[in-house]
């Protein structure tokens, strides 16, 4: 059999249904073989390899499956790097398969040849170069067995076109032989049965919990040990969907754009349970004032997680689902608890914050505001939505404003912040559960940076949704030039945008606008129920800021709840410095 | 963040010998902006596998991270932080010394002696001589040649083993320890 028979018939052992991908001359015998293949394996024909990544980072993200990117080499290869970045900040299970200019010529500045192992180490969880087709079928077992376990993250296979030509036996290995490779599982029982004590007897517990808990698929686990402990939690932004926003022990976000309650929570806490989180800077502000009356629990799958930001008293490397469970089990077996702890005065005090000082915005008449657009959204789409975003102020609206229910409802760009992920996510995701709707918050300037992906949606059709915050602005940059650089606006003008009705049209999709806040239900009502393919450009108020904020490098009792009141109530745009 | 006050630490690390292994563990240095101090490689009676001997200081902090992240690679078996057990450690130098007159040159050849290094050429003009020991005996016998001349130096950077008592965990079940005499440990 030939290598790129083997490598489709090794990607179905694994059990793949969609690739995402992109051809060129490295690849092609890997192509011509998947065109004998239709029937068993799907192709998503991308516009920019970077969409390939970001699409099936939505695909595996919302789906708990690996993603897996099929690209040509050289700049095919070189295209993939925002995503496998991405991929890896995320810890998002991707395979990514690169096509290379044969072996004879690897070295040779031969034609679109990029050293792509040495170019991607970097940003991937590990990354092979097959020289020899007899050991391909090993290294793509190896490949998807190290993306999906432990810290799930990206794996490049980066393939010389003579190994996809040359021949073999076809032999698939039964198991993984790799005796340095040991991923956490179940977390060190004595250091469990420590926390839960620790949880037990807290006076002002909290549980702060990450994108680690949606990935273990721990949700239900968690949602069970917060009713039996009665612990107030706070998701990271990652952590949105892990614990129903709507649950009464949920305090919302915490971090930089997160709630009064999580992050005064956290800040008077005597004990902090973090899971699945990694104490990102976004997330803990000034980090020496973080938490600072807590005693911290840790648990995280991947050891050098823990005491690498905060030094923790209790550290359990583990599988998030896995240590959540034996928590439970440990509270039912050793410590017969007559009820939940009721914790009455921290409760109020926790209640009495969230009442106080809810997420909230002015209300105007003559404009969309952004909040608005996402509120009506949650309205229309009963909260139900797989919701992607890209990475701005909207992205922080939707954060603040959605309320998501579920794990793997909501897809963003959490660690390295990349425009341009939430459109190639949002068809990723549609290609995997293409009955349920899926819609795409951006901005306007998130938007421009895969915009070409209108193309593979409307080709796919898809049934996705792209919601466009058009404020005219790199919005999130010009808040911080207004608020720390004397309101200066450098550079952060969208003075020339494109007309995104015209754009979708031009695209054979469906555009529509709402200018007025009169429009702004009927046009949502009717996008989302038009099939295929919508753009909503919705024209929101310019210089609307996302609050609360922490200024960076501020501790999170030092949040700025509401804009300083310049005397205007309705301020217009500024001319653009 | 290069562990400003931090000691310096030998790592141990034992690796698959597979290209682009030690570049991912010299790249996960630079990458977080920890240094090398020296760095020697080679694969072990097993040739499967690589013996990195790595260099490098910080913080307890910073050596936490550094292990742990360095552990966590794919195709890393183990890594020790040898300052953590008891253990020997040896540098290897070649260096060209200047020799203008017989009395120059006899005071390189007492130095030798005295440090038991090496001479492994010797020309009209310089000497060439090779030294082993920890980097603070190389260091002292660069000192006592740098007045005469030295043309040119090459060191390997450290490389370190465990002692055997060490490696036997001090277990008093095993009788007294055998105490070995370092071999050279003059100065």
Same mark, same amino acid.
């Given at each position: 059999?030939?290598?790129?028979?083997?490598?489709?018939?090794?990607?179905?052992?694994?059990?793949?249904?969609?690739?995402?991908?992109?051809?060129?001359?490295?690849?092609?015998?890997?192509?011509?073989?998947?065109?004998?293949?239709?029937?068993?394996?799907?192709?998503?024909?991308?516009?920019?390899?970077?969409?390939?990544?970001?699409?099936?980072?939505?695909?595996?993200?919302?789906?708990?499956?690996?993603?897996?990117?099929?690209?040509?080499?050289?700049?095919?290869?070189?295209?993939?790097?925002?995503?496998?970045?991405?991929?890896?900040?995320?810890?998002?299970?991707?395979?990514?398969?690169?096509?290379?200019?044969?072996?004879?010529?690897?070295?040779?500045?031969?034609?679109?040849?990029?050293?792509?192992?040495?170019?991607? @180490?970097?940003?991937?969880?590990?990354?092979?170069?097959?020289?020899?087709?007899?050991?391909?079928?090993?290294?793509?077992?190896?490949?998807?067995?190290?993306?999906?376990?432990?810290?799930?993250?990206?794996?490049?296979?980066?393939?010389?076109?003579?190994?996809?030509?040359?021949?073999?036996?076809?032999?698939?290995?039964?198991?993984?032989?790799?005796?340095?490779?040991?991923?956490?599982? *179940?977390?060190?029982?004595?250091?469990?049965?420590?926390?839960?004590?620790?949880?037990?007897?807290?006076?002002?517990?909290?549980?702060?919990?990450?994108?680690?808990?949606?990935?273990?698929?721990?949700?239900?686990?968690?949602?069970?040990?917060?009713?039996?402990?009665?612990?107030?939690?706070?998701?990271?932004?990652?952590?949105?969907?892990?614990?129903?926003?709507?649950?009464?022990?949920?305090?919302?976000?915490?971090?930089?754009?997160?709630?009064?309650?999580?992050?005064?929570?956290?800040?008077?806490?005597?004990?902090?349970?973090?899971?699945?989180?990694?104490? #990102? #800077?976004?997330?803990?502000?000034?980090?020496? #004032?973080?938490?600072?009356?807590?005693?911290?629990?840790?648990?995280?799958?991947?050891?050098?997680?823990?005491? *690498?930001?905060?030094?923790?008293?209790?550290?359990?490397?583990?599988?998030?689902?896995?240590?959540?469970?034996?928590?439970?089990?440990?509270?039912?077996?050793?410590?017969?608890?007559?009820?939940?702890?009721?914790?009455?005065?921290?409760?109020?005090?926790?209640?009495?914050?969230?009442?106080?000082?809810?997420? @909230?915005?002015?209300?105007?008449?003559?404009?969309?505001?952004?909040?608005?657009?996402?509120?009506?959204?949650?309205?229309?789409?009963?909260?139900?939505?797989?919701?992607?975003?890209?990475?701005?102020?909207?992205?922080?609206?939707?954060?603040?404003?959605?309320?998501?229910?579920?794990?793997?409802?909501?897809?963003?760009?959490?660690?390295?912040?990349?425009?341009?992920?939430?459109?190639?996510?949002?068809?990723?995701?549609?290609?995997?559960?293409?009955?349920?709707?899926?819609? !795409?918050?951006?901005?306007?300037?998130?938007?421009?940076? !895969?915009?070409?992906?209108?193309?593979?949606?409307?080709?796919?059709?898809?049934?996705?949704?792209?919601?466009?915050?058009?404020?005219?602005?790199?919005?999130?940059? @010009?808040?911080?030039?207004?608020?720390?650089?004397?309101?200066?606006?450098?550079?952060?003008?969208?003075?020339?945008?494109?007309?995104?009705?015209?754009?979708?049209?031009?695209?054979?999709?469906?555009?529509?606008?709402?200018?007025?806040?009169?429009?702004?239900?009927?046009?949502?009502?009717?996008?989302?129920?038009?099939?295929?393919?919508?753009?909503?450009?919705?024209?929101?108020?310019?210089?609307?800021?996302?609050?609360?904020?922490?200024?960076?490098?501020?501790?999170?009792?030092?949040?700025?709840?509401?804009?300083?009141?310049?005397?205007?109530?309705?301020?217009?745009?500024?001319?653009?410095? | 963040?290069?562990?400003?006050?931090?000691?310096?630490?030998?790592?141990?690390?034992?690796?698959?010998? @597979?290209?682009?292994?030690? !570049?991912?563990?010299?790249?996960?240095?630079?990458?977080?902006?920890?240094?090398?101090?020296?760095?020697?490689?080679?694969?072990?009676?097993?040739?499967?596998?690589?013996?990195?001997?790595?260099?490098?200081?910080?913080?307890?902090?910073?050596?936490?991270?550094?292990?742990?992240?360095?552990?966590?690679?794919?195709?890393?078996?183990?890594?020790?932080?040898?300052?953590?057990?008891?253990?020997?450690?040896?540098?290897?130098?070649?260096?060209?010394?200047?020799?203008?007159?017989?009395?120059?040159?006899?005071?390189?050849?007492?130095?030798?002696?005295?440090?038991?290094?090496?001479?492994?050429?010797?020309?009209?003009?310089?000497?060439?001589?090779?030294?082993?020991?920890?980097?603070?005996?190389? #260091?002292?016998?660069?000192?006592?040649?740098?007045?005469?001349?030295?043309?040119?130096?090459?060191?390997?950077?450290?490389?370190?083993?465990?002692?055997?008592?060490?490696?036997?965990?001090?277990?008093?079940?095993?009788?007294?320890?055998?105490?070995?005499?370092?071999?050279?440990?003059?100065?």
């Amino acid at each position: 059999m030939r290598g790129a028979k083997i490598l489709i018939e090794s990607l179905l052992r694994e059990g793949v249904d969609t690739i995402f991908g992109y051809p060129g001359g490295a690849i092609l015998h890997v192509y011509d073989e998947l065109a004998h293949a239709r029937d068993r394996i799907g192709h998503v024909l991308v516009r920019h390899e970077q969409g390939a990544v970001h699409a099936a980072e939505g695909y595996a993200r919302s789906t708990g499956k690996v993603g897996v990117v099929m690209v040509t080499s050289g700049p095919g290869a070189t295209n993939c790097v925002t995503g496998l970045a991405n991929a890896l900040m995320d810890s998002t299970p991707i395979v990514c398969i690169t096509g290379q200019v044969p072996t004879h010529l690897i070295g040779n500045d031969a034609f679109q040849e990029a050293d792509v192992v040495g170019i991607t @180490r970097p940003c991937t969880k590990y990354n092979y170069l097959v020289k020899d087709v007899r050991d391909l079928a090993r290294v793509v077992k190896e490949a998807f067995h190290i993306a999906r376990t432990g810290r799930p993250g990206p794996v490049v296979i980066d393939l010389p076109k003579d190994v996809t030509a040359a021949k073999t036996t076809f032999v698939w290995p039964e198991a993984v032989d790799l005796p340095s490779y040991r991923p956490a599982g *179940k977390g060190d029982p004595e250091k469990v049965r420590q926390a839960v004590a620790m949880m037990v007897a807290a006076e002002r517990p909290i549980l702060y919990v990450g994108g680690g808990v949606v990935n273990a698929d721990g949700a239900a686990a968690l949602a069970a040990l917060a009713e039996a402990l009665n612990l107030p939690v706070t998701p990271t932004l990652m952590g949105l969907g892990a614990f129903p926003s709507a649950h009464p022990n949920c305090l919302g976000m915490l971090g930089m754009h997160g709630t009064y309650a999580a992050n005064m929570g956290v800040s008077n806490a005597d004990l902090l349970v973090a899971v699945g989180a990694r104490f #990102d #800077d976004r997330v803990t502000g000034r980090l020496k #004032d973080f938490a600072p009356h807590a005693r911290v629990v840790h648990v995280d799958v991947d050891a050098s997680s823990i005491n *690498k930001n905060r030094v923790v008293e209790v550290g359990i490397v583990g599988d998030a689902r896995s240590v959540l469970e034996q928590m439970l089990l440990c509270l039912d077996r050793d410590m017969r608890l007559e009820g939940p702890p009721p914790r009455e005065a921290w409760w109020a005090t926790l209640r009495g914050w969230s009442s106080q000082h809810p997420f @909230r915005y002015r209300r105007r008449r003559d404009v969309i505001m952004p909040q608005a657009v996402i509120e009506e959204l949650h309205r229309l789409t009963k909260g139900d939505a797989i919701v992607t975003s890209d990475v701005g102020q909207h992205q922080m609206w939707v954060a603040q404003y959605y309320g998501f229910k579920r794990p793997r409802q909501w897809l963003n760009s959490g660690g390295l912040g990349t425009m341009g992920y939430g459109f190639p996510a949002a068809i990723g995701a549609a290609k995997a559960h293409p009955g349920r709707p899926v819609v !795409c918050v951006t901005g306007d300037g998130s938007f421009q940076m !895969c915009i070409q992906e209108m193309a593979t949606a409307v080709q796919e059709k898809v049934n996705v949704k792209v919601v466009v915050i058009n404020n005219n602005y790199l919005g999130m940059v @010009r808040q911080w030039q207004e608020l720390f650089y004397s309101r200066t606006y450098s550079e952060v003008g969208m003075e020339w945008l494109p007309d995104f009705v015209k754009l979708a049209e031009a695209y054979h999709a469906r555009g529509l606008r709402a200018t007025v806040p009169g429009e702004l239900r009927p046009v949502l009502e009717q996008g989302l129920a038009t099939p295929g393919l919508v753009v909503l450009d919705m024209i929101v108020s310019q210089e609307e800021s996302v609050y609360p904020m922490v200024p960076a490098g501020a501790s999170l009792q030092e949040m700025v709840l509401e804009p300083p009141d310049d005397g205007s109530e309705d301020p217009e745009p500024r001319d653009l410095a | 963040m290069n562990g400003e006050g931090g000691a310096r630490h030998i790592l141990s690390i034992l690796v698959e010998n @597979r290209f682009g292994e030690l !570049c991912r563990i010299v790249g996960l240095f630079s990458g977080r902006g920890y240094n090398i101090d020296s760095l020697c490689v080679a694969p072990t009676p097993d040739p499967a596998f690589s013996r990195i001997i790595l260099t490098t200081n910080g913080n307890d902090a910073i050596m936490e991270q550094i292990i742990k992240q360095v552990g966590k690679l794919v195709r890393v078996l183990e890594v020790a932080d040898l300052n953590e057990v008891d253990h020997v450690e040896r540098e290897m130098a070649l260096l060209i010394v200047k020799t203008r007159n017989p009395a120059e040159r006899q005071e390189v050849l007492n130095l030798v002696g005295v440090f038991r290094a090496k001479v492994i050429d010797i020309a009209p003009d310089a000497i060439t001589v090779e030294t082993t020991g920890s980097q603070d005996k190389v #260091d002292a016998l660069l000192g006592l040649l740098k007045p005469l001349g030295i043309q040119d130096i090459v060191r390997t950077g450290a490389v370190a083993i465990p002692r055997i008592s060490a490696a036997r965990g001090r277990d008093e079940t095993r009788g007294p320890e055998l105490v070995v005499p370092e071999a050279d440990s003059a100065v």
